[in-house]
């Protein structure tokens, strides 16, 4: 049993890096567009896919691995850490909600699955369109003060509901879910995602079973 957890273990670590790639090429391949002072880009799209396939905690660190590299590469180093915090919220977030609340898996329908996968994206990417200004403002006032900087935090914040915020939410939310209901079958027909789903139905099953205990 423990070297099948290990194994299990091993195996979501590689593909967890797998997605941090995807992430990166995601940022760094196709260029993201300003737009109001926004950055329209489809690596959020990768941290949601990473989520949805490996859980909150392993798509989370894929997706801030992969975007903070992406960051440093890109001559933006300063805005790595908080890119890491970041993105490890949404795959969190996303996680929790796929995984912890609607608990997806291999049994559940495909009308099950595209309801949930939209409403973990949508969570997920809502909630990093107040969080990322928020912390923004936090780093720039209290970390590393600049006065500028941190303004430009505040005016992001309350403009979370421009046009430029809503369309790069609902454009990674879209390719992540396509992207997820697309690569699902074609993973269980190949004998990755049922090892995968194999692994969090037994976790479930230990934690319910020492609930009753």
């Excluded at 990768?46 to 997706?63: D, N, R, S, T």
């Excluded at 995984?99 to 990093?128: C, D, E, Q």
Aim: glycine share 10%; with cysteine.
């Amino acid at each position: 049993m423990e070297n099948k957890s290990r194994k299990q273990t091993l195996l979501k670590l590689t593909y967890a890096g797998l997605m941090a790639a995807l992430c990166y090429v995601g940022y760094a391949v196709f260029p993201a567009i300003n737009a109001g002072g926004t950055k329209i880009h489809i690596g959020n799209a990768f941290v949601v896919l990473g989520a949805l396939f490996l859980g909150g905690l392993y798509g989370g660190i894929a997706g801030a691995v992969g975007l903070s590299v992406a960051d440093i590469l890109g001559g933006f180093a300063q805005s790595a850490p908080r890119t890491f915090i970041t993105k490890l919220v949404i795959g969190l977030i996303v996680g929790l909600v796929a995984h912890v609340a609607a608990k997806i898996s291999h049994n559940h329908p495909r009308s099950y699955l595209i309801k949930w996968s939209v409403i973990s994206a949508v969570a997920g990417l809502g909630f990093n369109c107040v969080f990322e200004p928020a912390l923004k403002y936090v780093w720039y006032t209290v970390l590393t003060p600049n006065a500028e900087k941190a303004a430009s935090a505040i005016k992001a914040l309350v403009a979370v509901t421009t046009y430029a915020t809503i369309i790069n939410a609902v454009i990674n939310s879209v390719i992540a879910v396509i992207a997820y209901l697309a690569l699902r079958p074609v993973l269980f027909k190949a004998g990755i995602l049922g090892n995968l789903d194999e692994e969090d139905a037994a976790a479930e099953v230990a934690a319910h079973t020492a609930g009753n205990s």
